[in-house]
């Protein structure tokens, strides 16, 4: 089935340690997208892809970057995690700039 | 004032109930209108996509939308306990790429 993929489930890490969390999808999709979703929460739009094209929400923190090599991978490079950066980090993908969201199933991030 | 604001509840039904869900938006320039639905520690996945006023149905789902208002609701017929889950609703504007989610309205079902 095709389909969006994170790795890994779940991620620990410390205060001010790099991580990077990860996304391929088999859809073939141009538009690859990553949120942040707190507890109880809205998720929260990060940045999105389409296709080579980076676009950087505003309020996005610098400590946040992005990469995507090819059209099947996406990648979400936090810096130095803080406290604050706990939180589920969801990839999605679309075909166009007005479609529906195919979602993964989220890494949930700990940040110790 | 959030862009897009939904009751948290949580909402609590018996199996067999009908169930009515509600979100409002704050800007006109939302064109899109979508209800999602989220499991525990799952990615949403989506239920319903309109773009114009009135009802759309999709067997025991009617998603409803008056633009004049502001107001978009999602009618569940014959809930079912595996309909026990967050409902997200979420809103574009017409020049796409942003989706924009309320903070979503837990829902139980009981058996």
């Known amino acids: 089935d095709a389909m969006v993929i994170q790795n890994p489930r779940y991620q620990v890490t410390q205060f001010g340690k790099p991580v990077t969390l990860s996304c391929s999808q088999t859809l073939n999709h141009n538009v690859m997208y990553w949120y942040q979703q707190k507890s109880s929460q809205a998720p929260k739009l990060l940045f999105h892809y389409y296709d080579k094209d980076f676009n950087n929400e505003a309020d996005t923190p610098d400590n946040f970057q992005s990469r995507r090599p090819n059209t099947s991978f996406c990648f979400l490079d936090i810096r130095s995690p803080g406290l604050g950066d706990a939180a589920m980090y969801l990839c999605?993908?679309?075909?166009?700039?007005?479609?529906?969201?195919?979602f993964g199933s989220g890494t949930q991030l700990s940040v110790l | 004032q959030k862009e897009v604001e939904q009751d948290p509840g949580p909402l609590s039904v018996p199996e067999g109930a009908i169930v009515s869900l509600n979100c409002t938006y704050s800007?006109?320039?939302?064109?899109?209108f979508m209800w999602y639905r989220q499991y525990s520690r799952k990615g949403p996945e989506l239920l319903m996509y309109?773009?114009?006023?009135g009802n759309k149905e999709d067997g025991r789902f009617t998603a409803q939308v008056d633009k004049s208002s502001k107001y978009i609701s999602l009618f569940i017929r014959d809930s079912q306990p595996s309909d026990s889950a967050t409902y997200l609703c979420a809103v574009v504007a017409a020049g796409g790429f942003k989706t924009i989610f309320g903070a979503g309205t837990r829902l139980f079902v009981k058996a």
């Open positions: 309109t773009y114009s006023s």
């Open positions: 800007n006109s320039a939302f064109q899109y």
């Open positions: 999605a993908t679309s075909r166009g700039r007005i479609e529906k969201l195919f």
